[in-house]
């Protein structure tokens, strides 16, 4: 079920009451089902595999808790991680895998037999994986307590607001809240309303309409023109930030309907300064989970230099990886975090400074280049991130350096100047503000004006469009 | 009741300066193209010349209509001497509206004849969505013939001879043998309302909301709202659709006889020289009337199903992930089929023989 559907706000509009109106008893069970009922509708067959990570996992966990032996809580955390990852490998990355495998071995004249096999990638599989292995992870570190019912476990996993593309929770955030069955208060609802107007119409009218031109021009690069390109790139900047910052915020405002809160996924990052910045403020739910769960593990800079910088470079390598199984994407991994390791070797052991403090004119239009370029270079990664393929990227790049134009240049420069000026300014009110459901500084009159307009527009657009999937889905 | 009203006047007013944004964002970020049409007392409605346009649909397209209004280059009504022009008549497959000017065939076809003949070819697209054959042929005759083509394409389709006409704009009267244009339009209710809507349909927000009624008349909503559920409950036992053999509809046929009837005599009379190309299979019944009548008919679905065995829909959009109109790639193999066929015909007309009275001779 797509939140950008009509059936989800069915869905939502009939599980919002009732999950108020039951016992606190039965609120979990029924919001488990409700979970299932939202992930079955993709495809049913797809609840086997969330079940079996979740019975993994919980009963892993349990056992972790309940054994002192290291050796034994050791080879747990292996069952667990293997399991997961088992389950995630089979899936998204069995082809990827043995198609490079194949390919490598025809360069050395070997022919390999191997069955490509026709699998469906199910939805949101790297989430709720690093979602229940961070559980296992964190009890084996000692950490966290493992939960004694199943049932609010399932619901942690299963949880369907953050399901199918997160943010990655973290069972010490999110498994209490579950435990209480808490009721939202009116704040709450006020709150969620507002998170959900912001995050449809970033998601509806912002993503997904930047998102049929973008896909019109990576479609087949090669019949159009620079200008077209430049077009495409920047647009698609401006989806993939549209849509998965949406997403989040209609998670965030779903959640809280339901008296929960979930943490916050996005931060403005186009407004960051350098690009440690940008990654503290870009999927942040997932940049902390690398953080926590492979950069320390691997040692983190506790190491040494040259191996800070190691860990960094594999971190944000695994980090491209994780989106997808291509080597498209596994370059744009790499490449963050050789921006990275570059940017921390300019700091000189510094702290990367974060958010802007006014000091002059000056200070803003030095924070504005600084904005700029790092911009650039986050551009620069996702053309590989965003293209089909290496050949389709570098011809990009090729007809970005041999500049050609058909004209119509300064409908281009409309387009993409609308789309930046609507999502910048989003961002300034947030960032001006320190608040993602910045609507509510409005006195509820002209608050519900804008409601009324952002919420009827993006309807009727959401009836006469086609529903365009959550571009992390696939991830 | 004072507090009431203050607070509705405040939701009013927050409303209506939020729609006039959303107006503007929907405009500037080509979301929703306003209509490109105008109301006119000649043909009902017409293109709005001097207008950039940019359409996403199934592709993606971003030009302008020319200040003549028409797509492609501005080519004045008088043309130069030794010139040759060619006008395309058709429906949506014609304006193009999914591709760029530089892909669709007309400009293949005019890069093509200029590289090949020695005169000088101007290709004018005269496309208009959703026109049947009976308004491209009065789009013709009261626009297109202003720019005194030597040769008008006509693409039609089935659907074209099928479809019924507009009831805003003109009509072809046929009586016995001949046939007259009716403009009995202009003083319908219908006409009276577009004329006093046309400010609001240059709105943004206009077509948008139009899209969507388009799609509740169609009897789409439940579908689009309750999704699996609607085709849960309606079962999905559709039928495979069978190939069916293309047929004129009889209300329809007189009109379309009379038509080519008109093509043929132009042709015999030294007129402009019409050319039947077809977008899909045509009736066979009408296709040996325009033969009879001296209208080649030119098939180039050959051509496009060779595409499709190399590999390549014709019709399918990779960008939008659907089926629809002629893609790049289709448009490339009509240019090149078309240039072929017009060019003895071209080569013809340089050499000084002015009338051509039976295209389909052509080698």
């Known amino acids: ?475 | 009741m004072r507090e009431h009203v203050r607070f509705f006047l405040k939701m009013t007013l927050t409303f209506t300066i939020a729609m006039v944004l959303l107006e503007l964002f929907l405009r500037f970020s080509a979301t929703t193209t306003p209509s490109v049409l105008v109301d006119d007392d000649m043909f009902g409605k017409m293109m709005k010349p001097s207008t950039d346009v940019t359409f996403v649909n199934e592709g993606l397209r971003i030009g302008r209509i020319n200040r003549y209004g028409y797509l492609g280059p501005a080519y004045a009504p008088r043309k130069e001497e030794g010139t040759v022009r060619i006008a395309l008549m058709g429906d949506s497959y014609v304006a193009g509206h999914h591709l760029f000017d530089r892909h669709h065939f007309r400009y293949l076809l005019e890069q093509g004849l200029n590289q090949l003949c020695d005169s000088h070819v101007e290709v004018l697209n005269f496309g208009f969505p959703a026109l049947n054959f009976e308004q491209m042929y009065l789009y013709y005759e009261v626009f297109a013939r202003k720019f005194a083509p030597d040769f008008v394409i006509y693409v039609i389709g089935t659907s074209s001879l099928n479809q019924p006409s507009d009831e805003v704009g003109p009509r072809l009267v046929v009586t016995d043998d001949s046939v007259h244009i009716s403009y009995a339009f202009r003083s319908s209710k219908r006409f009276a309302i577009s004329k006093r809507l046309s400010p609001l349909k240059r709105l943004a927000l206009y077509s948008l909301l139009r899209k969507g009624k388009q799609i509740y008349d169609r009897g789409d909503a439940p579908k689009v709202i309750f999704d699996k559920f609607f085709i849960l409950a309606r079962g999905s036992g559709r039928s495979a659709e069978k190939h069916s053999v293309p047929v004129e509809r009889p209300e329809r046929k007189a009109i379309n006889r009379a038509i080519v009837r008109q093509l043929g005599m132009s042709n015999r009379e030294g007129g402009p020289v019409s050319i039947i190309v077809t977008r899909g299979e045509l009736p066979r019944g009408f296709v040996e009337f325009a033969k009879n009548n001296g209208v080649a008919v030119w098939d180039p679905s050959a051509r496009l199903d060779s595409l499709a065995r190399s590999g390549i829909d014709p019709n399918w959009w990779a960008g939008s992930q659907r089926k629809g109109h002629w893609n790049q790639y289709a448009h490339r193999v009509i240019g090149d089929f078309l240039v072929h066929k017009m060019l003895p015909f071209i080569k013809s007309l340089a050499k000084g023989q002015k009338t051509l009275r039976d295209p389909d001779r052509a080698p």
């Not at chain 1, 973008?214 to 077209?228: G, H, N, R, T």
């Open chain 1, 1 to 475: 079920m797509l939140f950008n559907s009509f059936i989800f706000i069915i869905f939502l509009c009939c599980v919002v009451p009732i999950y108020h109106f039951l016992n606190r008893r039965y609120r979990n069970l029924f919001l488990l089902g409700a979970s299932y009922l939202f992930y079955g509708y993709w495809d049913w067959r797809f609840l086997s595999l969330i079940l079996a990570s979740t019975l993994l996992d919980f009963h892993v966990g349990r056992a972790i808790y309940h054994n002192e032996d290291e050796g034994r809580r050791r080879f747990l955390l292996f069952l667990s991680v293997a399991g997961n990852l088992t389950i995630l490998g089979f899936f998204k990355y069995y082809n990827f895998f043995a198609d490079s495998f194949a390919a490598l071995a025809s360069v050395f004249g070997l022919k390999l037999d191997y069955a490509h096999l026709n699998i469906i990638l199910p939805v949101g599989i790297s989430f709720y994986t690093f979602q229940t292995l961070s559980y296992t992870i964190d009890i084996y570190r000692r950490k966290l307590e493992p939960t004694d019912s199943f049932r609010d476990f399932a619901l942690f996993v299963a949880f369907f607001p953050q399901l199918v593309a997160g943010p990655i929770e973290r069972a010490k955030h999110l498994l209490p809240q579950i435990e209480k069955s808490p009721s939202a208060t009116a704040e709450d609802f006020r709150e969620g309303l507002a998170l959900i107007t912001i995050g449809l119409f970033k998601k509806v009218m912002i993503g997904d309409t930047c998102g049929r031109i973008v896909d019109q021009i990576f479609a087949d690069p090669k019949l159009y023109s620079s200008p077209e390109l430049m077009m495409g790139l920047m647009l698609f900047a401006i989806q993939v930030y549209a849509d998965f910052s949406g997403y989040s915020s209609i998670a965030r405002g779903t959640a809280r309907f339901l008296g929960i809160h979930i943490m916050v996924n996005f931060n403005q990052p186009y407004l960051s300064a350098n690009i440690t910045e940008l990654w503290k403020r870009w999927h942040i739910s997932l940049s902390s989970w690398l953080r926590d769960y492979v950069y320390i593990s691997l040692g983190g800079n506790r190491k040494g230099t040259g191996r800070t910088y190691f860990n960094l470079l594999l971190t944000m390598t695994l980090c491209g990886l994780w989106h997808g199984a291509k080597w498209t994407f596994v370059f744009w991994g790499f490449l963050q975090g050789s921006f990275l390791a570059i940017h921390k070797l300019i700091l000189r052991g510094k702290k990367a400074t974060l958010g802007f403090t006014y000091a002059g004119g000056r200070s803003f239009f030095v924070f504005l280049c600084k904005v700029v370029w790092t911009h650039a270079l986050f551009l620069f990664g996702l053309l590989f991130f965003r293209a089909q393929s290496f050949s389709n990227a570098s011809y990009i790049l090729k007809e970005f350096v041999f500049w050609k134009s058909y004209g119509f240049d300064r409908q281009i420069f409309t387009i993409v100047f609308t789309y930046y000026f609507v999502t910048i300014l989003i961002d300034v009110i947030e960032y001006w503000t320190k608040d993602h459901a910045f609507l509510l500084r409005l006195q509820p009159a002209y608050r519900t004006g804008l409601y009324f307009a952002t919420l009827g527009i993006t309807f009727v657009y959401l009836f006469q469009a086609r529903s365009y999937p959550f571009v992390y889905f696939q991830f």
